[in-house]
């Protein structure tokens, strides 16, 4: 998802203005580093990530990256990324 918003909310009383900052973030596979163990596929609460023999690919409509499978990857080959 590739987007950032900022949000700028006049309150009715007192003239002060909240910002609202919402960031999205993906998750970026970084294919080299990836060791195709698939621990990642098995952990993902969504059923977002599909390993199909050395091809690892996330749904991006699916993930909603809560990052459950950055943190079991034993090689760092998953990272949550702002979206640019
Ligand atoms: S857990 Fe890490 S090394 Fe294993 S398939 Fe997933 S991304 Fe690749
Ligand atoms: S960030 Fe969460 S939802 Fe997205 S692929 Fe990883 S485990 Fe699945």
Same mark, same amino acid.
Do not use: H, Q, W
């Given at each position: &998802?590739?987007?950032?918003?900022?949000?700028?909310?006049?309150?009715?009383? *007192?003239?002060?203005?909240?910002? &609202?900052?919402?960031?999205? #973030? &993906?998750?970026?596979i970084? #294919?080299? @580093? +990836?060791?195709?163990?698939?621990? +990642? @596929?098995?952990?993902?609460? *969504?059923g977002?990530? =599909?390993?199909? !023999? $050395?091809?690892?690919t996330? !749904?991006? *409509? $699916? +993930?909603? =990256?809560?990052?459950?499978?950055? #943190?079991? +990857?034993?090689l760092?080959?998953? *990272?949550?990324?702002?979206? =640019?």
């Amino acid at each position: &998802m590739n987007a950032f918003f900022l949000i700028l909310c006049p309150s009715l009383k *007192e003239g002060l203005y909240f910002v &609202m900052i919402i960031v999205f #973030r &993906m998750l970026v596979i970084k #294919r080299e @580093v +990836c060791g195709y163990c698939g621990a +990642c @596929v098995s952990v993902c609460p *969504e059923g977002a990530l =599909e390993l199909v !023999d $050395t091809y690892l690919t996330v !749904d991006p *409509e $699916t +993930c909603i =990256e809560c990052g459950i499978c950055a #943190r079991i +990857c034993p090689l760092g080959a998953l *990272e949550l990324k702002n979206a =640019e």
